[in-house]
């Protein structure tokens, strides 16, 4: 079931990402940081499931006996969790490019007073 579930969210991100990819206006940066941060998502998921299937796989402890009598939910909330803090790296790196500032910044603030000169 975890291998099922690593599978999952594998699909998910790369679905995420061509997602992000899609969005028009991005300017080079918004590119390079969404590449950045693409990349650290599949290194943190690639460590994550080497720590949480080594031990599994390896040692047969008193500690998976209570992780396999949870069931699935840990590694769900696990992965969860995960997938969500690799989508909120993504979203600031594209949220902090210079295209998107300015649209954010218009639609966050009301229209500036006008004042008119009676002369």
Do not use: E, W
Not at 12 to 38: D, G
Not at 40 to 57: C, E, K, S, Y
């Amino acid at each position: 079931f975890q291998i099922v579930t690593c599978l999952l969210s594998t699909v998910l991100i790369t679905f995420t990402v061509k997602m992000f990819n899609r969005i028009p206006n991005q300017s080079q940066r918004a590119q390079i940081n969404i590449k950045r941060a693409t990349t650290t998502l599949f290194i943190q998921f690639g460590i994550f499931i080497l720590l949480l299937l080594i031990p599994v796989v390896l040692i047969a402890s008193q500690a998976l006996a209570v992780f396999h009598l949870l069931g699935p939910y840990p590694f769900l909330v696990a992965v969860t969790c995960f997938f969500s803090h690799g989508l909120f790296i993504s979203i600031v790196s594209i949220v902090m490019s210079k295209d998107h500032r300015s649209t954010i910044a218009s639609f966050l603030c009301t229209k500036k007073r006008q004042v008119k000169v009676v002369t």
